[in-house]
């Protein structure tokens, strides 16, 4: 027994040397970002904004890929199964860790057991949009029109289980109207839609909301998000417009395939760090709608906690929900 326990030793200590010297020189050739969803989405633009700095700061080019595909899943899940050597990461979502695996009976990958984290690393705004010919300027005059109108009228999201469905089913069910829901492959088709007057309203991330209203062809009526923004500077929240419980938000983080070692994700999240005390690189990602996560939630411990929090939280939401598992 006693030469089985020391050869159980050995071999663990072997591992954790492997991985400590792997960890002393990582990376030495490109690292792989996957982003689950298509180019041009507000995830797939952060990511390409910080792929600079994170490329600078690791001596290695970091190469953005887009992997989409059933709501986020197959990137995810891609990466999940991929060597735990560093070298392939993804860029994950609160849709892709929380939201759409508590919807499925049996989801492809368990966010927490399957995956290394290293680290939260921008949030965006969610902006409830109306169309701009919508009889609305404000979220009192929307709530007004929704009650009367809302039998024919059609909100959109980036598909079923996205933050954006859910940030608007939450503001449904707060206001009791129940509009059509339109999902779309993507946040910018959805966005296309609306300010082609095809659809009423969308719960937009900020970086899909900022566009639209900034070029006049989507009016911004209020954030869905507990706190003011500075990415939108003179619009109310909802609670300060008097609607209450609808609070949403948009996390990303970075995630590596499980038995990767702890240094490699701790390198990575020292690089993002890095890339985020660059005022250049702030700014390019506030212009588009997206704010860097506050420095003491970046950390990859913290990271760990929250997705214990979270995957209980939207577990229990979806089930609220009623819609059905898949």
């Known amino acids: 027994m006693f030469d089985l326990i020391r050869a159980a030793l050995y071999a663990f200590l072997g591992l954790a040397a492997v991985g400590s010297a792997l960890a002393q020189t990582w990376p030495t050739r490109p690292v792989t970002v996957v982003v689950p969803f298509a180019a041009g989405s507000s995830t797939d633009t952060a990511a390409r904004i910080l792929s600079v700095g994170l490329s600078e700061a690791l001596g290695q080019q970091v190469v953005v890929e887009n992997i989409g595909g059933a709501a986020g899943l197959t990137g995810t899940t891609r990466v999940a199964r991929a060597a735990p050597d560093g070298y392939q990461v993804v860029f994950a979502t609160v849709d ?90 993507s946040s910018g088709l959805a966005a296309q839609d609306l300010m082609g007057g095809r659809l009423d309203y969308l719960c937009a991330l900020g970086g899909t909301a900022m566009g ?6 989507a009016k911004a009526l209020g954030l869905l998000t507990a706190e003011r923004s500075e990415l939108f500077p003179k619009l109310l929240t909802s609670k300060e417009q008097g609607i209450v419980g609808v609070d949403s938000y948009f996390w990303t983080a970075f995630f590596f395939p499980k ?68």
């Open 96 to 185: 892709t860790m929380a939201i759409v695996p508590a919807m499925r009976k049996n989801p492809p990958y368990d966010s927490i057991a399957d995956f290394v984290p290293a680290g939260l690393v921008v949030e965006q705004p969610i902006v409830l949009i109306a169309r701009k010919d919508l009889p609305a300027n404000t979220l009192a005059e929307f709530v007004a029109y929704a009650k009367a109108n809302h039998k024919k009228m059609q909100f959109g999201s980036a598909g079923v289980g996205s933050g954006s469905h859910f940030s608007c089913a939450k503001l449904n069910a707060a206001l009791g109207i129940d509009p059509i829901h339109v999902p779309y492959r």
């Open 259 to 326: 038995g990767t070692p702890d240094a490699i994700a701790q390198r990575l999240n020292d690089a993002t760090e890095r890339t985020l005390r660059s005022p250049i690189t702030v700014d390019r990602l506030r212009k588009t709608g997206i704010d860097p996560i506050a420095p003491a939630r970046r950390t990859p411990a913290y990271l760990q906690g929250f997705m214990q929090a979270e995957m209980k939280n939207w577990a229990e939401m979806v089930k609220a929900s009623g819609i059905p598992l898949e």
């Open 212 to 217: 639209p209203v900034e070029s006049g062809q």
